[in-house]
Antibody, heavy 123, light 109 residues
């Protein structure tokens, strides 16, 4: 059974940092592009970042404009972990952050999601 | 940048009726990269359809999708109260970006 379990959320002051983790199990983690998607309270979904599978020669990362330069996505393939390092946090980064797996067949959809971890940026 | 606009914002229907949800793109998008998700309160989104019309594993055939170019539709037939949720369309576009519509809230009661 595919499982994605996020952790690391919490309350942080504006300008602070936080690192989110996502523990993956039930599938070959190295074969999948992994993503972070967030949802501000009462709002819709916003894609945050993506990191390509470990099967590519040099894994590449992409970011939404809203987080570029502040957030860094990475993966630990030996331990099936996905990370999101968030720096210079702002109030509008407050959201539930979901870890999501992207399909491998090039359809570019998210087929499995974790339950999310809440990040609150407030003084 | 492509924008996905979903309508209506809220749809209220009775059990047994058919729901039609719209997702309109600001410019033509590939139907191959159009997906639909269902999200119930307090839960993570769940993939319903991909490639505009292909059902994900385990999804009821009451859910169907269609469309091309800029206009896409999610239809839900024989509505049940458990179909009450927010539905999002999503598209993968240029610049390696994933874009979501703002969502349509479906109420079945």
């Amino acid at each position: 059974e595919v499982q994605l379990v996020e952790s690391g959320g919490g309350l942080v002051k504006p300008g602070g940092s936080l690192r989110l983790s996502c523990a993956a199990s039930g599938f070959t983690f190295t074969s999948y592009t992994m993503n972070w998607v967030r949802q501000a309270p009462g709002k819709g979904l916003e894609w945050v970042s993506s990191i390509s599978s470990a099967t590519t020669y040099k894994p590449s990362a992409d970011y939404a404009d809203s987080v570029k330069g502040r957030f860094t996505i990475s993966r630990d393939n030996a331990n099936n972990l996905l990370y999101l390092q968030m720096n210079s946090l702002r109030a509008d980064d407050t959201a539930v952050y979901y870890c999501a797996r992207r399909d491998t067949l090039g359809w570019f959809y998210f087929d499995y999601w974790g339950h999310g971890t809440l990040v609150t940026v407030s003084s | 940048e492509i924008v996905l606009t979903q309508s209506p914002g809220t749809l209220s229907l009775s059990p047994g009726e058919r729901a039609t949800l719209s997702c309109r793109a600001s410019q033509s998008v590939s139907s191959s990269y159009l997906a639909w998700y269902q999200q119930k309160p307090g839960q993570a989104p769940r993939l319903l359809l991909y490639g505009a019309s292909s059902r994900a594993t385990g999804i009821s055939d009451r859910f169907s999708g269609s469309g091309s170019g800029t206009d896409y539709t999610l239809s839900v037939s024989r509505l049940e109260p458990e179909d009450s949720a927010v539905y999002y369309c999503q598209q993968y576009g240029y610049s390696a970006m994933y874009i979501f519509g703002q969502g349509t809230k479906l109420e079945v009661k």
